[in-house]
């Protein structure tokens, strides 16, 4: 059955959706390893000025010496930056049928994102996203995180599209509630067999 209003843009998240987590628990955690670092003590770091960071108030190299380099170490922070920045990965079977549902549909493409100023670059260079994405409300250029409503109506501004046409792509709980409560219809993402099936029913579909 045909939804009852056309969809027109798609929101999506980034890390978790197209891509891995730039900088998570898991990533931070190889660091450790990889440089040797006390995890505890990193994280501990990490939690009081990450915030600051991902809203674009801090750059990266400040964030490295609050977090890393307030003591001097045995490597780089070029080291350091450059396994940063290695730890992203494509997830090329959300990517392709994304772009390619643009280009069917006529849709605009808008990232939806708590990311990290020069990640983010790097990430949009790396992996081509400027490619098929209209437009990108990160928290490092808007200057506010989910789960702040005000980035998802942020991005309807930006987008131009009304709540009711919009569909979000997300895999955290609380982000997905949060936009629901703004007439965002919103899709919990968790793997693309799923995801897919639920953009169809929404008619958006790639088999037609």
């Known amino acids: 059955m045909k939804p009852s209003t056309e969809i027109t843009t798609l929101f999506l998240d980034i890390?978790?959706?197209?891509?891995?987590?730039?900088?998570?628990?898991?990533?931070?955690?190889?660091?450790?390893?990889?440089?040797?670092?006390?995890?505890?003590?990193?994280?501990?770091?990490?939690?009081?000025?990450?915030?600051?960071?991902?809203?674009?108030?801090?750059?990266?190299?400040?964030?490295?010496?609050?977090?890393?380099?307030?003591?001097?170490?045995p490597f780089t922070r070029a080291q350091f930056r450059r396994f940063m920045f290695a730890q992203s990965k494509p997830y090329p079977q959300m990517m392709e049928p994304v772009a390619q549902l643009k280009v069917r549909h006529g849709l605009k493409i808008a990232m939806v994102s708590n990311e990290e100023r020069e990640l983010n670059a790097y990430r949009i260079r790396r992996f081509k996203l400027d490619g098929f994405v209209d437009s990108f409300i990160s928290s490092c250029f808007v200057h506010v995180r989910k789960p702040a409503a005000d980035i998802f109506r942020l991005a309807l501004d930006i987008a131009q599209a009304p709540a009711r046409q919009v569909v979000y792509i997300e895999n955290t709980p609380m982000f997905v509630q949060v936009a629901e409560g703004l007439g965002i219809r919103s899709i919990l993402h968790t793997d693309y067999r799923s995801t897919s099936a639920q953009l169809a029913s929404l008619g958006l579909r790639n088999d037609e």
């Open 15 to 73: 890390g978790g959706a197209l891509l891995t987590d730039g900088w998570d628990h898991h990533a931070r955690k190889r660091a450790a390893t990889n440089f040797k670092l006390e995890l505890a003590e990193m994280e501990d770091r990490h939690h009081l000025t990450f915030d600051t960071y991902e809203e674009g108030k801090l750059t990266l190299e400040k964030y490295l010496g609050r977090v890393v380099f307030y003591q001097k170490r």
